[in-house]
Each structure stands twice: as structure tokens, then as C-alpha cells.
């Protein structure tokens, strides 16, 4: 019991783990470090940017974003599993003067957790 209950554990801090490197490189407004955490092709939707992106395409999308848009802020408000077993996290950023929505969605792939949908929108 003790054990199950140990293994439960780990796996909900790794994957706890995961999400905070991506608000991390948020952050600290690191793209290089944000982009190691997605898959080798990623649904990336961010103002002015909407499709399915390589790792090297949404590097440069995601370095113009944060340039422009110095996060002051991030945090997750919300994480759970889907259906499918891949997991979610929902979130909140604040850049100078606007507020945006996060969202991503992780799969482990080849042994560690990568990101396959991350999406920024604004907040109306």
C-alpha cells in the first residue's frame, strides 16, 4: 500500500514538475528553454500565429512573442488529465498591460512529458 501510494506520488510531482519548466521559461521570458519542452511538432496558437509548428519555427514565433510581450507574470490555475491520458494545464499570464490565457497539453513521449498544444490568448 505504502509503495502504490509512493509511486502515485512521483508520477503527480514529475508531471507537476513538467508544467512548472514551461511557466518557468515563461517567466523568465526564454523561449530556447520554453521550446525544449515541446514535441518535435507542436499546435501552437499565440496572437498573430495560429497552426502546427516545428520546434525551430515555434522557437522564433515564441522569441518575437515574448520580445514584445515581456511576461510580468504566469502561473497555472488548473491541471488535469483528458481522455486520452494526455494531461492539461490551464493558466493565466500578465505582460505589461494585458492579461492572456494559457493552455497546453503534454503526452509523454519517449520517457518525458512534451508539449503538443500550447496556446496564448488574450483576455477580453
Known sequence: MACMLLT????????????????????????VALVGCFHTMVDLQIPGYRGSFSQNQASVILKKFLADHRINSAGITREGTNSDGSKYALGELVTGGKKYRLYFVTRETAGKQRVLVFKITAVV
Do not use: R
Open 8 to 31: 502515485c506520488f512521483s508520477v503527480g510531482v514529475a508531471g507537476q514538475n513538467d508544467n512548472e519548466k514551461v511557466i518557468s521559461a515563461l517567466k523568465t521570458n526564454d523561449p
